[in-house]
């Protein structure tokens, strides 16, 4: 992963580094971070995209939503996220789409609990592949091309944008190889990717046009589910 942080004042720039870098390690994850001290330098460096900006909103050269809004001229998808003295910046801060706002002192604590709610975005962005084998072939797929996996007799039934994909294979087995938090087995013959799910209705849940039943016994499971993947509660 690829971050920067652009704060002007030394003392608070070389802490954000610290509780970015201390995160990083203490979960074994590799991260590339580099410090910029004012807009002008950010603007410029971020030209090479990055994957999360910290910025901090008040600095005296450029400030930090000047400096987003020239970023955002050129990068839509880098994560922003401002530092600041003042929450009042946030309004402003969703003209320029920043994720959220961190005040200042910067907590360690709360370092981590933004670079938690940033992983999983960015896992989101950027599924896993998954290998396959079927008819005597190997196949890699992006997992957010699967719309839902169906077991059918004795084959399972992969349904995608591209077409159904048939192997000799189980539901479990799947329910084991793909993302916890993306996927869930609705019922005993049907696993389905929540990207896709519109709605969920007594019996039935509406995924990408079609309507699939829905155990009762896993019911209250799914909507449980479901909403902790949209990140809220139901």
Do not use: W
């Not at 970015?20 to 580099?34: K, M, P, S």
């Not at 004012?38 to 030209?47: D, M, T, V």
């Not at 896993?128 to 797929?141: A, D, E, M, R």
């Not at 209705?201 to 909507?223: A, M």
């Amino acid at each position: 992963m690829r971050i920067a942080v652009a704060e002007d004042q030394k003392e608070e720039r070389q802490h954000i580094c610290s509780c970015i870098a201390q995160y990083f390690r203490e979960n074994d994850i590799t991260a590339d971070v580099h410090s910029y001290e004012n807009g002008y330098q950010i603007a410029e460096a971020a030209r090479e995209p990055f994957d999360v900006i910290f910025m901090d909103i008040d600095m005296e050269e450029m400030d930090g939503l000047e400096a987003a809004r020239q970023i955002r001229a050129y990068d839509l998808n880098v994560i922003i996220v401002f530092i600041t003295n003042m929450a009042g910046y946030a309004i402003q801060g969703y003209s320029v789409q920043a994720l959220d706002f961190l005040v200042k002192p910067v907590s360690y604590l709360r370092m981590t609990e933004e670079l938690d709610k940033i992983q999983k975005i960015i896992k989101r962005r950027n599924p896993p592949k998954i290998i396959l084998k079927g008819s005597g072939n190997i196949c890699q797929i992006d997992v957010k091309d699967i719309i839902y996996i169906e077991m059918y007799g004795r084959k399972v039934h992969i349904h995608r944008h591209q077409g159904v994909l048939e192997l000799n294979s189980t539901l479990r087995y799947f329910e084991q190889q793909l993302p916890e938090h993306s996927f869930f087995r609705c019922h005993q013959a049907f696993l389905v990717n929540m990207d896709y799910v519109s709605s969920i209705g007594k019996y039935d849940v509406e995924i990408n046009g079609e309507s699939l039943p829905v155990s009762r016994q896993r019911k209250k499971e799914f909507i449980q589910a479901f909403a902790r993947y949209l990140g809220g509660s139901l």
